[in-house]
């Protein structure tokens, strides 16, 4: 007799079928979209890799520029060639220099030391910068580098080249520093007025603690530190998390090479800007870095050797000295963010194979699952769209007739524009000009013809005009878009903006040709105007009147003082100096407590006159001292006359010398002038 209980049998087969079947239900719909999760994950966390390598890159090449920059502008200060040039103040300009060389080790954390070197290659000033601990060097540690490569190549170059050296570690009395130091040195000749070599500043920069710092700001977001390393074109590790890999060619090592551990690998990144190599359990990404990019953009003429380990070439390529940075990433880092490393999907997963007919529950599951895929495809658009509308740049899109079709946020504000007021109504030349400083006279193109024509456009310097018709200085680098045919579609660019560049340009030139302490022209500044107030002259024929200043017995205010009161003084000469010049005079400090004063257009009445109120207003001064009392000084003037007939400034500069020395002898505070 048929029961109404069904088999235990075929109910555990139809369980099992159910089971099967809605496993394989799930099974063909879910795993094509996880595999492929997976692979965008993947996808995206290489790329997100790669832009930080290319920051990375980025900023070690505005850390260069920016070395080389100061180093030029070091080579130029009047404090250098006085330092080098035989005379009274010579030690005293040594001090001077080194306190300078010590505030700029300083402010500028990536130099590991600063020096000059006399013709000889003796050290006259020697600043080291160990973690943030400035030392000058004593004479007694001084050392004698004539024999040092980059002493003999220096010596060689022209006033307007920079040698820079290919990255090694650094060595003191000709022994491997330890720890190690990697070091590349950037040095520069330091010429006299005539334009003789007599001496150089190197600079050693810390490049590990260069690359730590920009790996550490581009890198510090990953849950764990990723293996990272920096090689040079030969393959020689410069920077690896394993330090027996390093320097081999100097250490003795030259096994220790990616050439020779693994030459399929480095053939595979060797010739390549931008590469990624699968490993097993994860992948390597490589991109190459030129430090030395930005020199042609900023006017330095570079000179450098090749990597070591083939042999020291000159060149001046800015792209001879090459870095490789290579990161591994390991697939336990997007792995970990997937779905099925989350314990409440394992869970859930847990639980659909224990209930074997919850359909329903199957097709829950299945929606959820879609939702968190389209979540996750929203939130990286999101993230894509925020990138490229809040990124540090302005992107734009122009067409073929010059339209703009494209903007990001960040243009938009720089400009002062709403999206429907720039996006389809404005041409770029209403938002780009020409920079008058950078006019390119040998190609009339228009910047649009010349990306059309030649496919591309890099750091061209360009004018920005905001909405308000105001102007600043920009770097635009462009690349054409074109369909299957070639035919032109729109341009693709990037625009950074160099106002910050620009100010921190002219701070540094400023700083150049102004005495530091009192506010006059320097000598080399003051050289430099005088040519054209005599070349004036010779146009105008109407003559000059100079003058040589000198403090009566300031030697004795330091003595009784001190210097810093002697400084205050001096402050307070210059500023009585200027208030009793007209405008268009030069006053400038020559040395010391030596002043010279020139007047344009000036008979030699004019310039006793000028004199006179000089030398009475000097003798009224009462300079303010912090402890309440009061500092006086009298000045002593020559004054001669410069003529069309006998305009030069050297002979000048004698005779107001010698009306000086005839004031000083004839008893201190007063004017002596040139007889008509």
Known sequence: MRTSRLPFASTLIRAVLYFFSALSIVLAIAWPGYTNYLDARRTAHITEHAAHLDLMGQQLCHESLQAGIIVKLLSGFPLSQHAL?????????????????????????MFSQLRVLDQHGNEIVLVNNTSGNIVNVPPEGLQNKADRDYFHITSQLNGYELYVSSVDLNQERGVIERPHNATQRFATPILDGQGQFIGMIVANLDIQAIIDRIKNRTLKHDREPVEFSILNRHGYWLSADNPDLAWGWQLGRPENNLATINPEFWAAISDQTQAVIPAENGAYLSLSVFPMKLFDEAGILAVTDADPGQGAVLTK??????????VFLPDTFWLQGSVFYQRWAQGLLTLFTLALAAASWLLARQHTWRTLMRDIEKEHTEAMVDLYENAPCCYQSVDGNGKLVRMNQTGLDWLGYKRHEAVGQLHYSDILQPDPNHLDDADPRTHLERIKQDGHLTNHPMMMRRKNGSLFLVSLSSKAL??????FLMTRTTIADMTDRYRLEEKLREQAFTDELTGA??????NFLSERVLNQMQRTGKPCVLMALDIDHFKRVNDTYGHAMGDLALKAFVRVCKENVRTNDLVARMGGEEFVVLLPDAERDTGITIAGRIRAAVENLRVELPDGKSLSFTVSIGVTVITPDHPDLSHALSRADERLYHAKTGGRNRVVAQKE
């Open 85 to 109: 040039i035989p005379g009274p103040n010579q030690q005293q300009a040594r001090a001077d220099l080194a306190g300078q060389f010590a505030r700029f080790a300083n402010s500028f954390s």
């Open 317 to 326: 390529k800015n792209d001879a000295i090459e870095w490789k940075t290579l």
């Open 482 to 487: 074109c369909d299957e045919n070639g035919n």
């Open 521 to 526: 022209i320097n000598r080399r500044q003051f």
